[in-house]
């Protein structure tokens, strides 16, 4: 029987630049990928992977779907969009923290109904409520430090990585919500019907990241 076709997600931007080396050092051909210009799926003759680039909550939508079999995007986007299928490798890229964030005017104990911006409602929705506080919460799609600069929102559930946005704009950290990283994540029927073809991808993926976990470690 001939090797099954695996259709792999891959989230384009900061993740597909971080991830494609990974891909590589595992012995995955990304010369296609890597000059596409404005090509958003790729087929390869020589190896059994297509790929498909798209924004991060559409991964979700096509691995929910079974249009994708394998998806790589950031943690953030799974919890937001509830995804229900496997995640089975945390890739190590990627990773940057949830945190409330606001100027120093902010007062989280204050009593008043609080106004919060964010790319993340359902995130954000779960923080608040784990608190006990009811939120008004407005959906920004980017730039979000912006709102509680300009008075739309009185502080923001936003993710930080080196925190440089968050000092260049004078806000400042309230409070850690959650870590995020990339991971890997499998479509259920396509791991039922292609499970030695994911699982050896999987092993190579999960090796390379291993060894560079360790070669950060002995750095230090
Ligand atoms: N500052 C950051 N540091 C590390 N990882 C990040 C950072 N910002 C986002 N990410 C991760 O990368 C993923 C995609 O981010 P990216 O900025 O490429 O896309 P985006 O937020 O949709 O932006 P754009 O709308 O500009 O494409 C996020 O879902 C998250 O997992
Ligand atoms: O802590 P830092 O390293 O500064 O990174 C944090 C910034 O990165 C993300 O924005 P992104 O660059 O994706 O742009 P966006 O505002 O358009 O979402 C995030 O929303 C922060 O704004």
Redo the contacts with the bound molecule.
Sequence with gaps: MSEPRLKIAL?????ETQVLPLLEQAGVDCSLVRHKQRRLIFDSTTQPYEFILA??PDVTTFLERGAADIGI?????LVEHQSTQYELLDLGV???QFVLASTAAFDPQAPQRKIIGTKYPLITKRYFDRLGQDVEIIKIE?SVELAPLTGLADAIVD????GTTIRENHLQIYDYLQP?S?RLVVNRLALKQHQTAIFSLVDQLAAVVNANAEKEVSQL
């Design positions: 989230t384009k931007g900061r993740v924004k991060g995007v950031g943690s953030d986007i990627g990773q940057c980017g993710i930080t990585e080196t995020v990339t």
